[in-house]
């Protein structure tokens, strides 16, 4: 008997569920939204997507601890597994489909000449410990990106091992903690100094370094309070770490005073450059006097966010911190690249190594493509468009929405949630509504300095026409939020989207972080019916 | 008879004999929304006044919870594993996190009465 | 400039409506002594896509790629053949552009891919719970150690001399700077003897790698015991995540977290990355995972959703609290990983990890015939040690002046130890063929 299987009913228990099927399908699909399985309610016994040759019979050498019983690995054929990958894709936004403002985040066009370049035979399918000598161009090409981005940076050395932005920002507070160490102050200088707009990981990085962390203050122009920093300056301080631009996306205007104190107390400065985007090349942040800077390539140069990763996390160092770069490091030896590793005899005292191999060889690529393609012209003009199309957006919503700080911005534009007051409208409802406008919501409640903030950063490669429809529809959700009547349609959205709002507190609170066939409701067991 | 003291981190603690039972306050569970998993310091412990010593988490916030008085931990909720939500319908009652036999009741001194802490909680709008 | 859609009419007007004379203007904020006059000097301006395409051609040639010689290398990297769909699919624009899943209405894509790469890694390793991943084995490792260490409240690691040499270094590096002891075992893989009589009341871990980095496979089941009878946890890392279709799942020896390096399947050698991590443990210690974590729930019609969940746990909540500073993982490297072992099944994952087998045994056998060649090991799966009567290092250099990618001299992950300085690491996958097997073995013939 032929069965209609609602497919979007997988957990058990919980919020009942509702009219799944309220658009009156068979299917539950509505036209190109496809409700789709998991791949472990749809495999069959007998079924394979690649087609591998008869093992050759040999000797077993498995010293008796060959797996007992099945995996539990569902069997699908090439074509149902295509289909599949290509349902889910399309229940995702992207940077491929429109505006993606979200702050913080450097969402820009991804170019495909990039992914091409990666793939080159000869670079992609290279195994990092072959012999150096059979892998001089993938050398050279890693120290390609560094002078890059040592000289956009103005900094003398760079380690490119730090496999994303966090990553980076242990690099550099391990190095920081290996020059006190070297001074024979790391007992003394336990204190960091972060401002209280910091990223997350600023702190945590801090921390599990075994420092502790004392906020500095902002004052009201959402920069760091210059006289609270200095009052807080003195023999315990390890470091600052500072983003810049910072969080509210403004640039700190004192920041030349900031390092000149911080040197002056014996102090390092760290540097958070996830928002370099705003001012490459146009300012060298060497010129502002700071010790390191980790550098997401996944920001700022455009390597592909890949949905959450893989990134990667260079970080530039000072000539002070340079000795204590990690391994690995290249070298050029005359005409001939070589790479020093564990145990190799180099200059300074390597803090260790933070990852096996030599980096996001992958990430370097791409980035180096993306550098090459725009040039140092380009590349000026990247920060210049960015910084003119967030002050754009700014323009056209100050008079309706509520900018956290006055003056121009930098990259992103920062709004508080004060226009919405006794509106019923929260920031979340508001971001859900731009889903249903086709738009993927701004960072909400970051930085948390700001009351319900909203944080919009358009990038460098939105065309103007698509900015100001953007902008209309902002206009347009904050009018009917300020009508005092539409909360309800508010906290309905999103409409369209490929999922309304999903139960965060069930998921926390009984968290299925698996598929098991007991977590399919009594009567729907795909595996058995497969079996059948 | 029982008597209940409040810290200004929103922590309630109601005393009878030497011991006294622990938890948030109704306007600490209103801030932190869904209440999804609290981690409780298990029986034996000992806790000094002050030290973190509990988490309760709801999905988007995690608190720390620290101890009002110092003592040894003699019981915690079991069932706030299971029924986490429990802290948000009573907060006062089934939603209690651990008891502590209290080293030094004198300790408590310093804590707000229910008047007091009313009146701070309105202070803070 | 093709990634540049403003044109300079766009921006006058954009200024106008900002009320700004120039682009300058707004840079204001910048200190007038680093504010640069021009675009910054003693770097190229920018080129066509021929002309980018062109520069990367001139690297690759300087290469020597593995697709054109015979190739042994393995060592925590191993080549596989990875379907076309997987690439394509890895580069549809929905995936690949996209960031973390924080809006799971719209991100119900990677967010479902997710959740079926969290249940194969728990398959794979027999394991309870598995997050959406790490950067990569190596750093996972790492990470691995700093949650046994929280579980337990105590701060030594015993760490096996089996444990790829570069893991053991990143661990040494955390543990430096993050305060903890990384002892490390005799650099044997037989250690398991030294390990079960190390483990003691300070000890929080022990971390041991099957098969070992010289290729041994080992039964871990009474080490665990041991380890949890000291109130331990006992991590086993996987460097050759295809091993797991042959081999007794870690979570079957009793291991309390397993961390995999998930390159072999769906990602390419990449030169040494993005890789993958694969991360699972038991469902007792899920609170104290690093990472990001996917959960099953639903939505406001009870139609079933995915979200990130537990974020309790991660540093843009708890901050200097939180379990780990990771903020990014590697969703898609996760999705190569994820749609290759969706497109092999459990037959085709079975029959990879034979085929793998069969084809190491094979070059074991070859290489075992050649006068002076010393098969170090009793088992293996798709790798193993050779002792040579000379420096592995020359014998590999001399290798690559044919054009042969001959393995790994071991001494050059193990500097400076006169005990490794002959021993060959070799691997052998199902790209390996008799055509590229026997010009090694008559090389080796005359280099030896």
Known sequence: MVQSLDRSQGRAGGVATGSANNHGTYTGNRALQIEEPLIFEMGQTGRCGVDLPEPPKVKERLNG?????????????????????????????AIDMGVYPLGSCTMKHNPRINEKVARLPGIGDLHPLQPVSTVQGALELIDSLAHWLKTLTGMPAVAMSPAAGAHGEMCGMMAIAAALEAKGERAKRKTVLAPESAHGTNPATAAALGFVVKPIPANDRGRVDLAALKAALGPDVAAIMLTNPNTCGLFESDIVEISKAVHEAGAYFYCDGANFNAIVGRVRPGDLGIDCMHINLHKTFSTPHGGGGPGAGPVVLSAPLAPYAPYPWIVKDGDTWRVAEDGAKVEGAPLGRLKAFHGQMGMFTRALAYIMSHGADGLKQVAEDAVLNANYVMAALKDVMSPAFEGPCMHEALFDDSFLKDTGVSTLDFAKAMIDEGYHPMTMYFPLVVHGAMLIEPTETVAKEDLDQFIGALRS??????????????????????????????????????????????????LKQAAE | MAETKYTEEHEWIRVEGDVGTIGITQYAQEQLGDVVFVDVPAAGRTVAKGEACAVVESVKAASDIYAPASGEVVESNAALAETPGDVNAEPTGKGWFFKLKLADKGELDGLMDEAAYDAFVKSLG | MRYLPLTDADRREMLSVIGAKSVDELFRDVPASARLAAKVGGLPDHQGELEVERAFQGFAAKNLSPASTPFFIGAGAYRHHVPATVDYMIQRGEFLTSYTPYQPEITQGTLQYLFEFQTQVTL?????????????????????????????????????????????????????????????????????????????????CVVVQNPSFFGHIRDFTKLAAACHAAGALLIVVVTEVVSLGLLMPPGEMGADIVVCEGQSIGNGLGFGGPYVGLFATRDKYMRQMPGRLVGETVDADGKRGFVLTLSTREQHIRREKATSNICTNAGLCALAFTVHLTLLGEAGFARLAELNHAKASQLADKLAAVPGVKLLNDSFFNEFTVKLPKPAAEVVEALAAKRILGGLPVSRLIPNDPSVENLLLLAATETATDAGMDPLVAALKEVL
């Open chain 1, 477 to 526: 959700l904050t009018a009917k939020a300020k009508t005092g009547t539409a909360a309800e349609d508010f906290k309905a959205a999103p409409l369209y989207a490929p999922r309304r709002r999903l139960d965060e507190t069930l998921a926390a609170r009984k968290p299925v972080l698996r598929w098991k066939p007991s977590n399919n409701p009594p009567g729907i067991d795909p």
């Open chain 3, 124 to 204: 794979l390793t027999g394991m309870d719970v598995a997050n959406a991943s790490m950067y990569d084995g190596s750093t996972g490792t790492a990470e691995a150690v700093l949650m046994a260490n929280r579980i337990t409240r105590r701060h030594k690691a015993l760490i096996s001399g089996g444990l790829h040499p570069q893991y053991r270094s990143v661990i040494e590096t955390t543990a430096k700077w993050e305060g903890f002891t990384a002892a490390l075992s005799k650099t044997d893989a037989e250690g398991l003897e030294d390990l079960i009589a190390a483990v003691d009341r300070d000890t929080s």
């Open chain 1, 65 to 93: 601890l060959r797996r007992k019983g099945t995996i539990g690995l569902p069997g699908l054929a090439e074509p149902q597994v295509v289909q599949h990958y290509t349902r889910l894709s399309q229940k995702n936004y």
